[in-house]
């Protein structure tokens, strides 16, 4: 029988969630929805040291600021929760005395010292990776080593213990990845892996994995960075009798840098010039300094544009077709079409989508944006304006917040103007046909883009100069630019007195070329 597909977005709250994990978290979004499954959020907060407090909360915002809505998880509740593993300790233990009932874990005693102790006699030995293994768990203070009086006695008393799994000597783990293929590994790389803590938490590979069983999940996407991890989960499902339900894993490539040189890394933002994170945050940093970090829905960035864009970060759908709906992607994603090598993080394509998104959007809905734009700014508009300059600007930006500073000429006269056009264009012939075409604007009952055009191909009839001649005078005198969208239709916005006033002032202060 099928399963019903079920996958999850597993973060830990360390800190802010890098735009790789919010990869991880739509792919793992797409693949529910394709297969009409479920997507559930958990939240790894087992490791209590680096616990960073408003992580949480920061994740679930980026999240929702996308639209990746889970199925189940701390906020929408679900049958299979709680879904934060610090709310889920009971669980944990219960499964690690099920491995060393079964002998497959071990108490282990071992002080901080004597661990290093032991590294460092492996060390001078030559071991080139000293670990707790197979072959070292004997000289150790462990319940294999130890009598089972003594190992009850340390308990008893108090004594601070870890539970450690205890990997075959000699076995071959295979995996079939759904990205990467078969991938095999020699049980005498993997070390004996802490599963509890002295503090009574599970460490990140059991309590992962008891929670995929638990939780019934059927596919595992994550970071390629767990694919060392992945034998081993391999073998937990083998010691806890899962074989049969484990579920499959398909390991993402990595965000590479943008020169293809390693792994985008949280600190690139900053560096490289451009937001590493979806959304702007803070968090308190290490010495007390609150830390803050920046991200793309500040920087202007469409939620639906830059989930387009992360997208096709490591997947394609074999065609052109680069703008899809997130209705179009869920249909399109395949596991299959995920590439294997690292993908080069390109800040130029993320530009590129949200342009091509602010293009396809209503001036209602850019509207919004730039009324937020004029009241931050304080500045006085005519409602009836804001979607005629929406439209006029639209094709000409990459990022709402331009729709303003690009377009300020709509709602203010230029205080400068373009010194190469003034010192080309602003000459006699220009004044002479402005100086009346700021009288004509005003006698017209209402000015629109059509009747603007009539009036100045009247004058320029009338004093027999061509258009070209004066053209980017008119437009200089008017937003102080030598280029932009349509400037009748800048002179219907502006309005007569306005654009009446604006020429005055331009024939007052700029001075005519010889
Ligand atoms: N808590 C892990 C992380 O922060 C989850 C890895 C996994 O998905 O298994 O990435």
Not at 221 to 238: D, F, M, Q
Not at 456 to 470: A, H, P, R, S, T
Request: charged share 30%; proline share 5%; aromatic share 10%.
């Amino acid at each position: 029988m099928d399963r019903e597909v079920r996958v999850r977005f597993a973060p830990s709250p360390t800190g802010a969630l890098h735009i790789g994990g919010v990869r991880t978290a739509i792919y793992n979004y797409l693949f529910a929805k394709k297969n009409n499954g479920k997507m559930i959020l958990r939240i790894e907060d087992t490791d209590q040291t680096r616990f960073v407090p408003g992580a949480e909360e920061y994740i679930k915002d980026a999240l929702e600021w996308i639209g990746i809505i889970a199925d189940e998880s701390p906020y929408a509740g679900g049958e299979y929760g709680p879904y934060r593993q610090s709310e889920r300790k009971d669980m944990y233990a219960e499964y690690a005395q099920k491995l060393i009932d079964e002998g497959n874990a071990y108490y282990a005693f071992d002080t901080p010292e004597e661990l290093d102790a032991m590294r460092e006699r492996l060390k001078a030995a030559r071991v080139a990776t000293p670990q707790y293994n197979a072959i070292t768990r004997m000289q150790m203070k462990n319940s294999l080593t130890l009598s089972e009086d003594e190992v009850k006695e340390k308990i008893a008393s108090g004594e601070p213990y870890v539970i450690r799994l205890k990997v075959p000597h000699k076995e071959e783990i295979r995996l079939n990845d759904m990205v990467r293929g078969w991938v095999m590994v020699h049980s005498s790389a993997i070390d004996d892996k802490v599963l509890m803590k002295s503090d009574g938490m599970p460490t990140y590979h059991l309590a992962n994995v008891v929670d995929d069983h638990l939780m019934k999940i059927t596919h595992v996407i994550r970071g390629e960075e767990w694919l060392p991890s992945a034998p081993l989960h391999v073998l937990l499902y083998k010691f806890l009798g899962w074989e049969d339900t484990m579920p499959q894993f398909a390991h993402l490539p990595l965000l590479l840098k943008p020169d293809g040189n390693g792994k985008l890394s949280k600190r690139d933002g900053d560096k490289l010039g451009f937001p590493v994170f979806p959304i702007n945050g803070v968090f308190p940093g290490k010495d007390g300094q609150p830390e803050t970090f920046s991200g793309f829905r500040e920087a202007g960035y469409l939620p639906d544009a830059f989930l387009n864009f992360l997208v096709f970060l490591g997947w394609n759908p074999g065609t052109e077709q680069e703008i899809f709906s997130f209705d179009e992607l869920i249909d399109a994603f395949t596991i299959e079409r995920i590439g294997k090598a690292g993908t080069k993080f390109d800040i130029e394509k993320a530009k590129w989508f949200n342009q091509q998104y602010i293009k396809s959007k209503s001036n209602q809905e850019l509207g919004k944006h730039l009324i937020a734009s004029l009241e931050e700014n304080n500045v006085a508009y005519d409602p009836a304006n804001v979607e005629k300059v929406c439209n006029a600007m639209k094709e000409r930006v990459t990022f709402p917040q331009e729709i303003w500073t690009e377009g300020k000429f709509f709602f203010e006269a230029p205080t400068e103007y373009d010194e190469k056009v003034a010192r080309k264009k602003w000459d006699a012939t220009a004044v002479d046909v402005l100086s009346s075409y700021k009288e004509e604007v005003l006698k017209a009952d209402t000015l629109t883009a059509e009747s603007a055009k009539e009036i100045l191909n009247n004058i320029l009839e009338e004093k027999g100069v061509k258009i070209g001649q004066v053209m980017q005078s008119v437009r200089l005198a008017i937003t102080g630019k030598g280029g932009g969208p349509d400037l009748m239709e800048i002179i219907e916005i502006v309005g007569a007195k306005n654009v009446s006033n604006r020429i005055q002032k331009a024939i007052e202060v700029l001075p005519v070329k010889e």
